[in-house]
């Protein structure tokens, strides 16, 4: 079963006076967006992604703030309301999919929970949505200029508040989008839903599903993400050989000697491997990646590295930051070790400040001091999301 996910970040949300959509705003080195997207992307009954983004963003830019994704992402431009771009995404759509969800991309803690029961119940029933019971008594009023005068108290076991995601079968969305295109005005595609005569089933949200609208908001978020972190260590070594390529941190340096390996011999990044599966209890970059199968032998380190942070994704963690030491007689890595920075970082979806590389030589002594060998050690922190 063909499942797409639409991520709706098409919003201005300039409500907490930032420069730019909350969405792009900083939660503890992603952005909101790319947390939001990475839920989606790291469950097992996702098929693609399609982002709605501001239309005033270009789509490199777009793809620098989700980071790299394991699905294939379409980044489309949005429109005036939120319906409108939903339109355009669902518009963009493989005709092949069964199931579509839409999900708010200021939501970014959604669980895999939530997100399988939106598509179990989207699937069996045609539409759903994620919702919380109300547990406050629920009150109507009138707002008047003085302030708001109670009308009527609505039994609360009536009453849900609606979250996202909301799950539909293509062809019920297909009549949502259409009936909001023939100038229906809806604040969710399950209330277009709704009207075009297609009953909505509930599946039971999460408290923790939040969205993040005020500044309060978003303190509160980072102070979730920042907790729950855990720590490992890795270490590396390649012999080297006149005429191989020395690749390190994702750069090919020019040297008399390189790596002998059965992958590029990518010290830096095996190293800061070793250190994230460390720090969640996977085991090491042999268990993930073994050197006897034919799918490994001549991948790039950077390109482990980003698989390895997938497989994470996939068990809830993310990187805070990595810290590597490569011990190297020559030549010299400092001209290089931005670069590095910056491919790591880039492999990992994570901000550069959060990726640390220094350079040291082993003052003449042992294999590595010869020149024999080139050796890394790395400490990762990761974050349970
Ligand atoms: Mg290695």
Known sequence: MRVTVIIAAGGAGRRMGADRPKQLLDLGGRTILARSVGAFDAHPGVSDLVVVVPPDLNPRDAQGHIGPTMHPLTIVAGGRRRQDSVANAFASVDPSAEIVLIHDAARPFVSAEVIERTIDAAAAHGAAIAALEAHDTVKRVERHHYGALIVETIPRDTVFLAQTPQGFRREVLADAVALGRSGVEATDEAALAEQAGHPVHVVAGEPGNVKITTEEDLLAARRRVESSARVGTGYD??????????????????????????????????????????????????????????RWQGTSGVDLLKRAGGVLAGHR?????????????????????????????????????????????????????????????????????
């Open 237 to 294: 070594l390649h012999r080297l050989e006149e005429g191989r390529a020395l690749s390190i941190g994702g750069v090919t340096i020019e040297s008399v000697r390189g790596a002998v390996a059965h992958s590029d011999g990518d010290v830096a990044c095996h190293a800061a491997i070793d250190a994230m599966f460390g720090a969640a209890g996977l085991g090491d970059i042999g268990r993930h990646f073994p050197d006897t199968d034919p």
């Open 317 to 385: 963690f993310e990187v805070a930051n990595l810290d590597v030491t490569i011990v190297l007689e020559s030549p010299k890595l400092s001209p290089h070790i931005e670069d590095m920075r910056t491919a790591m970082a880039a492999a990992l979806g994570i901000d550069r400040t959060r990726v640390s590389l220094k350079a040291k030589t082993n003052e003449g002594v042992d294999a590595v001091g010869r020149g024999e060998a080139i050796a890394a050690h790395a400490v990762a922190l990761l974050r349970l999301v």
